[in-house]
């Protein structure tokens, strides 16, 4: 091959020689190959085919590793050899790489079955645990990357995460309904919290009014605020908001937090006070 016959690579620098226009030819196929799946990714509006995409993106640098080290070892004599005797004895050494490829085998495996059978794909927001939550960012032959709120890159083996249960946000919608607590006293005017918390969710920015016109004609509020629980010394409220993107609604929480307490405060809505029993 290339003007090479296989017997004529005898010497040191020749075969170095071959092994790095090899190496180097392999270089340019997998960063000419990758590149390509790279424009296509960025073209590409469904998440699933982009997750496919990656993957495939991640998988030819290894397949064309392994394609280049088998070709290399298969042209040269002098290797061509010691693999054989290798192989020919290969029982102990097999299972010892067997055993330590357990590891990298599962994760592949993994890797595969997360871009078929997709419980997330790139730019799905999932959550595992109140730690482990964020943006999909990639899924390697080897672990999935996920892009968490304060810009840090979360990797998790694919054999690990492809066994948790996780909470995926965007799978089927991005829209959220966010459940907003607040607590009463248990002499407050229940009809002015509740005409507070509505007036004051209205201006959130990302809001999605899921009324239909029968519902709004019927005098529906765009924001639903109810008792859910009066406890001790306090009244429970919630405020039901639809948000457009899961991403906004820690945010958007903070805002209507801030904004109601403010109005609370200035309205004398009557807050709980913590009762404390002296025990002598």
């Known amino acids: 091959m290339f003007g090479v016959k296989a017997e004529q690579i005898n010497t040191f620098w020749e075969i170095l020689g071959f092994t790095l226009f090899v190496v180097f030819l392999t ?14 990714i960025v073209r590409k509006r469904q998440e699933a085919s982009k997750t496919a995409l990656l ?20 042209t040269i004599p002098v290797l061509r050899e010691k693999a054989l005797l290798i192989l020919s004895s290969a029982g102990v050494f097999a299972a010892i790489i067997g055993f330590a490829a357990q590891s990298a085998i599962a994760n592949l495996v993994s890797g595969v079955f997360i871009v078929v059978f997709k419980p997330f794909r790139a730019g799905d927001y999932i959550k595992l645990d109140d730690f482990r939550l964020g943006i999909v960012e990639d899924i390697t032959l080897r672990h999935t990357i996920i892009n968490n709120f304060e810009n840090k890159r979360l ?8 066994k948790e249960s ?13 459940f907003n607590n607040f607590i009463l ?3 407050a005017d229940i009809d002015l919290a509740r005409k507070i918390i509505t007036e004051e969710a209205a201006k959130l920015p990302n809001i ?9 004609a019927a005098g529906q509020a765009l924001i639903n605020v109810r008792v859910v629980n009066t406890k001790e010394s306090v ?6 908001v639809w948000i457009d993107g899961p991403e906004k609604e820690f945010q958007n929480k903070c805002i209507l937090r801030e904004n109601v307490h403010k ?18």
């Open 27 to 40: 270089w340019l196929a997998s960063r000419g190959i990758r590149y390509i799946l790279q424009k296509i």
């Open 208 to 216: 999605i009014d899921k009324r239909t016109e029968e519902t709004k």
């Open 166 to 178: 996780i909470l995926n946000h965007t799978i089927e919608d991005s829209q959220v309904l966010s």
């Open 263 to 280: 109005r609370f405060i200035k309205e004398s809505v009557n807050l709980p006070i913590p009762l404390r029993k002296m025990i002598k």
């Open 185 to 187: 006293g248990m002499y």
């Open 235 to 240: 009244i429970h409220m919630r405020a039901y």
């Open 155 to 162: 990797i998790i083996p694919n054999s690990i995460i492809s």
């Open 55 to 74: 993957f495939m993106r991640s998988t030819v640098k290894m397949v064309l590793g392994v394609l280049a080290l088998i070709y290399i070892i298969y």
